[in-house]
């Protein structure tokens, strides 16, 4: 019997805590005041490095996260700058993760070597007002259509467990199914006293059935990854996503939380039998 493939993901948080939005899941907030590290634009030397360290790490996907809304001509030109230095030299994919953006920022930094691009609708249409009121869902869906048509391969996904009922996360993955996304980051919200959310929402079984509805729901082959609050959410059970339809996972740390030790998480996947793929296609 073949043995399933899990792709591994690594995200860098090159620009920290410095973001004027509202949005009620985020440390990254200035308005919420969470106790994290707050920094800005890491050298892009240390990005390269750490690069090298991912793809060590077998990461065959690297992703360059910045705080912050959208994309401006500064944060283009800091991107693409990285871009080119890590394709001199590391053969990975390469993914960037900077707010919303227009079609010709995003060619830009395409031209640079970006391949792919997340941005998460983060909730449905419906619901969103309620986690966040200094920008739209309709522009982050713009943004989505923009990637896909500069070439890009989109990554998009959403937060559950932020209070939205089985009728806001059925709008929000019909929505998902509609942008036919190269791979889907499924994300379990994990509490901060600083914010306004109170807690998680869901129970484990209804993450499991998270994760199964969407797996069913988009295209064979497209990759469905479970990334933050991945240890929060379920706890010792976290390698059953496995089991759901999950197929990607992001290790080591995430923008503001800590994840699993990486030496920790790869000798246990290999452990229960799976292959870590060293291809992203």
Do not use: C
């Given at each position: 019997m073949e043995k399933k493939l899990i792709y591994l993901c690594a995200i860098n948080n090159i620009e920290s805590g410095i973001c004027p939005e509202d949005c009620s899941f985020c440390t990254q907030s200035t308005k919420h005041k969470a106790n994290i590290t707050r920094y800005s634009k890491k050298s892009i030397q240390a990005v390269v490095q750490e690069a090298k360290i991912a793809k060590k790490n077998k990461a065959v996907g690297y992703c360059l996260v910045t705080?912050?809304?959208?994309?401006?001509?500064?944060?283009?030109?800091?991107?693409?700058?990285?871009a080119r230095e890590i394709k001199k030299t590391i053969d990975i994919n390469l993914i960037a993760c900077n707010g919303m953006a227009t079609y010709e920022q995003l060619k830009q930094i395409k031209k640079a070597g970006v391949d792919s691009y997340n941005h998460n609708l983060e909730s449905s249409r419906s619901y969103y007002q309620n986690i966040c009121t200094t920008h739209s869902w309709e522009e982050r869906f713009q943004t989505c259509l923009y990637i896909k048509k500069a070439g890009l391969n989109l990554c998009?996904?959403?937060?559950?467990?932020?209070?939205?009922?089985?009728?806001?996360?059925?709008?929000?993955?019909?929505?998902?199914?509609?942008?036919?996304?190269?791979?889907?980051?499924?994300?379990?919200?994990?509490?901060?006293?600083?914010?306004?959310?109170?807690?998680?929402?869901?129970?484990?079984?209804?993450?499991?059935?998270?994760?199964?509805?969407?797996?069913?729901?988009?295209?064979?082959?497209?990759?469905?990854?479970?990334?933050?609050?991945?240890?929060?959410?379920?706890?010792?059970?976290?390698?059953?996503?496995?089991?759901?339809?999950?197929?990607?996972?992001?290790?080591?740390?995430?923008?503001?939380?800590l994840g699993t030790t990486v030496s920790k998480e790869l000798s246990t996947i290999e452990k229960l039998g799976f292959d870590i793929s060293q291809d992203c296609h």
């Open positions: 705080a912050g809304a959208r994309m401006d001509d500064e944060k283009v030109e800091y991107i693409s700058k990285i998009t996904g959403g937060i559950f467990g932020m209070g939205e009922d089985i009728k806001d996360r059925d709008e929000l993955i019909q929505n998902i199914k509609e942008l036919e996304p190269k791979s889907t980051a499924i994300n379990f919200f994990h509490p901060n006293d600083a914010l306004p959310i109170p807690k998680n929402s869901l129970s484990i079984d209804e993450a499991f059935g998270i994760i199964k509805t969407i797996k069913d729901s988009l295209k064979k082959g497209t990759k469905i990854m479970v990334a933050g609050g991945r240890e929060y959410m379920f706890k010792d059970k976290q390698y059953q996503i496995f089991d759901y339809g999950a197929n990607s996972i992001v290790i080591g740390d995430y923008l503001t939380t």
